[in-house]
């Protein structure tokens, strides 16, 4: 059974950074392309980012291009994502997840999923 854990959440103020990291257990971490979607109370859950398992190719959300980047390590097991100059907006709780398609970006093409780790950004 495939296991995701992210972690790195926390309390920043508005213009900072964070970096998410998801450790991934009980499968082959290089056969998934990863993704991070997050979810504010109230609202659906967004795509965020994801990357290919090659590390090679990656999307963005509209909302976070130019800020946020993600990353892979295969020899570690682990997806990143580095997220800067945050707004109070990007306040929710943070998911990655594993596909084994290619990059996508609905959540409904993702296998596994994570518990997630709350980002709360104040203003």
């Known amino acids: 059974q495939v296991q995701l854990v992210e972690s790195g959440g926390g309390l920043v103020q508005a213009g900072g950074s964070l970096r998410l990291s998801c450790a991934v257990s009980?499968?082959?971490?290089?056969?998934?392309?990863m993704g991070w979607f997050r979810q504010a109370p109230g609202k659906e859950r967004e795509f965020v980012a994801a990357?290919?398992?090659?590390?090679?190719?990656?999307t963005y959300g509209n909302s976070v291009k130019g800020r946020f980047t993600i990353s892979r390590d295969n020899a570690k097991n682990t997806v990143y994502l580095q997220m800067s100059s945050l707004k109070p907006e990007d306040t929710a709780v943070y998911y990655c997840a594993a596909s084994g398609l290619s990059i996508p970006t609905r959540s409904r093409f993702y296998d596994y999923w994570g518990q997630g780790t709350q980002v709360t950004v104040s203003s």
């Open positions: 009980g499968g082959t971490f290089g056969n998934y392309a």
């Open positions: 990357i290919s398992w090659s590390n090679v190719a990656t």
